[in-house]
């Protein structure tokens, strides 16, 4: 059962730093990419960044290399360094996994939680 893990939200005056972790249990093998994204609050869903199994790294347009998705000692295990943080950064985090499953020849989507940060004075 693959179980998608994150940590590292909370509160921060603009201008500062937050790292959000996640950790990806249940088919490390299989895994095709690992992601962030965040939702704003009355707004879509929106991928800040995107690692793939070969270190294929992507960022939303918004990010403007505020940002960095790097992984951990394992590959199951990353994080995403905001640095410079915005108001408008305040969103719920979502980490999400891609996983390939063999058995049905598709790759799923599994989901975190959802970490909130909030970027005020």
């Known amino acids: 059962q693959v179980q998608v893990v994150e940590s590292g939200g909370g509160l921060v005056q603009p201008g500062g730093s937050l790292r959000l972790s996640c950790a990806v249990s249940?088919?490390?093998?299989?895994?095709?990419?690992i992601g962030w994204y965040r939702q704003p609050p009355g707004k879509q869903r929106k991928l800040v960044a995107r690692?793939?199994?070969?270190?294929?790294?992507k960022y939303g347009d918004f990010v403007e290399g505020r940002f960095t998705l790097g992984r951990y000692n394992a590959d199951n295990m990353v994080y995403l360094q905001m640095n410079s943080l915005k108001p408008e950064d305040t969103a719920i985090y979502f980490c999400?996994?891609?996983?390939?499953?063999?058995?049905?020849?598709?790759?799923?989507?599994?989901w975190g939680q959802g970490n909130q940060v909030t970027v005020s004075s």
């Open positions: 249940g088919s490390p093998a299989n895994l095709v990419g």
């Open positions: 690692i793939t199994s070969d270190d294929v790294i």
């Open positions: 999400n996994a891609d996983v390939y499953d063999g058995a049905a020849s598709l790759v799923k989507d599994f």
